[in-house]
């Protein structure tokens, strides 16, 4: 019996406290914290996912989320409902951008396989000399080791109720490299480098709007897995790899949760379902985003630690095998959104004018979908969508486009799949209520 089983047998507590990380490896072998009673939350302080880790060889998985914690009577074939309740960013600046793989650190994926140039280490540790992207080195051998830098980079400061953000000079960001790991807030638990060291400021005098949301959120997969590629797109990198995380398309498609997301509108007041495919659910978090553009398109954004407060519900039986997002109320696509008492004033008049007997009493939601490229990831949600509401494919294509639509969450391969659905059916789910909770229906 393995140690993530045996937690069934302690007792559930209310609310757990985390404060432990991952080493970027998702594994349904490794103890999980816990349990969580079924109803109960989880308040997490979360590190910065994406470029601390990235600069961070020792590093596995692409980034640091936290330990999983196990949900009391959650098993395979459930869904949890996770409320997002709060997100708070601690950092008060970090340093993002485009980034440029540096060849011959790594063994086929710089995110999961990093290899030191001078010694030959796999996964070496290293420390930071100096600021600059020439800063990480080995500990072993004294090499410069990052697997990767900027094509274009730029800091960017944070007012004190993190609400604007500054892009800063040169001088700025090589002072705020000095004291990079206070700046960013990292969490005790945290090994990685700061992205901060770098002193990007390519970009100077952009001010832009922060609204967090986690990049990363979700159930464990059922097999080991870098948990950056724990989504249809960056998974496929996984697909027939030299390393030791290698999978083939089927193992790849039974095991992930697509619990990397990137998706902007899985934030504070929205209500993400999450399938279960390890007994215990496994609930983790991190990658936390001050702010992102749909399709982070740059394929990073301004990484912040935070601290997060979640209430977890499971659904017994719900069989899904990816996320469901209720969002807040202003993300919804305008066709989605629910129709107000005048609209539907005019449509009831419209169904009597036109001998309709009945005006479909419908919600919006949405499912995440992922795929090698955006094509696929929209089928992928397609179908998602078709097989849990017992509609066709075309029936979902057809209501995503008169009453929903079709977004980017992250370039190449995460989508949102929106459209109106008949509280009739989303009650038969058990999920009518989080619709009826979230838009006052």
Known sequence: ????????????RRTVFVNELTNGILDPNAPMLGPVADGGTIIANTAPGCWGPMITPEIRG??????????EG??????????????????????????????????GDPFCAAVCPGCGTEWPRTGVEG????????????????????????????????QVGLTVGKAEAEAMAVDAEALMALPDASIQNPILKFAQADIVGVATRLRPFLGQLGTTPSRAMPDSHNAGDFGAFLLGASHIYSM?????????????????????????????????GGIYMGDMHALQGDGEIAGHTCDVAGTVTLEVTVIKGLNIDG????????????????????????????????????VEENAPVTFIGTGPSLNEATDN??????????????????????AGAIEIGRHPGVVRVTLRVSLKTLDRKRLGDFARGLYGL
Request: proline share 5%; net charge positive; aromatic share 4%.
């Open 381 to 402: 949600g397609l179908k998602r969508a078709a097989d849990l509401l017992d509609l066709s494919v075309p029936e979902v294509m057809n209501r995503a486009t008169m």
């Open 74 to 107: 959650a098993e395979v074939g459930d869904a949890i409902a996770i409320r997002i309740r709060s997100l708070v960013v601690t950092s008060s600046a970090t340093a993002s951008g485009n980034d440029k793989v540096m060849a011959g650190r790594f063994n």
């Open 131 to 162: 600021i600059g992207e020439t800063s990480i080195r080995c500990v072993k051998c004294g090499a410069d080791a990052t697997p990767f830098t900027f094509t274009n980079g730029y800091t960017i400061a944070f007012d004190d109720r993190r």
């Open 1 to 12: 019996m393995t140690d993530n089983v045996k937690q069934s047998s302690v007792t559930a």
């Open 248 to 280: 083939t398309p089927e193992e790849l498609a039974r095991h992930k949760t697509d619990g990397h997301l990137d998706v902007n509108t899985v934030r504070e007041g929205a209500v993400l379902i999450c399938p279960v495919k390890v007994k215990g």
């Open 62 to 71: 692409g980034h640091e989320v936290t330990r999983p914690v196990a949900v």
């Open 323 to 358: 996320p469901i997002l209720f969002p807040v109320a202003d993300d919804i696509p305008f066709l989605a959104r629910p129709l107000n008492q005048d609209e539907r004033r005019v449509a009831h008049a419209l169904a009597r004018k036109h001998g309709v007997k009945e």
